[in-house]
């Protein structure tokens, strides 16, 4: 179970592999669409979790209410995410002027990579996304869209936005440090927002740290309001 995979517990199902920051560390999330887990369906979890070899687990980002069974066995709170909404009722946000020389486009499969490099650059190693991260950011809805901001032929900022039903999710943005000042950030979260729209979506959501400052005034300036929904992520040793 060294490589991400959905396990089957009864008619539970999880998905684990291993967290990109560590080898021994499991990263445990539920697939969209399916029950909560219950708690004992999570101890037989842990139980292959184990056997696999890993010795923490770290969950995905879960709502409050999600989270109790979790923590009935034992999770704790290891991290707290905030969430930001921005209604979609006739927007029309304006389009952030770019340098002539920056231009966003749909990302092809080569530039897989090259964002990664760019999340590596924008995010501290815990919250850094590898290859099956970022697949599961554009799978993670049943429709999504991958965009990349380009500086003289060079990845410097990309998105990865979702919707599900009448929601829309800005799943991922990262802007390389080096394009700080550029407004990479600004664009990409507009075209974000404009997509969501085309697509009859009422609202668009997007979540961060609660520390990242500087994504959250972004966030605000575009028209994002803070909610009371707070996610978590949640971590527990293998036991």
Known sequence: ?????????????????PWHASRETAYLAVPPDVPRPTAEG?????TNIADAGYSSIITSALHPHEAASFL???????????????SLANIDPPRPTLPDDVRLRRARHRDRDAALVVDGRAFKTFWRLDG?????AETATPISRFRVAELDGRVVGYAVTGRAGGQGFLQRLATDPQAAGMGVGSALTVDALRWCARRRA?????????ENLRAIELYRRLGFTMTR???VVLSRPVP
């Open 229 to 231: 929904g707070d996610l």
């Open 132 to 136: 099956p991260g970022l697949h599961e």
């Open 72 to 86: 009935a066995v034992g999770f704790e709170e290891y991290d707290r995410l905030v969430v930001l909404s921005h």
């Open 42 to 46: 999570l101890r037989r979890c842990l």
């Open 202 to 210: 009422r609202r668009v959501l997007v979540n961060t740290q609660g």
């Open 1 to 17: 179970m060294k490589t991400r995979q959905t396990l089957t517990v009864g008619d539970e199902r999880f998905r684990i592999g």
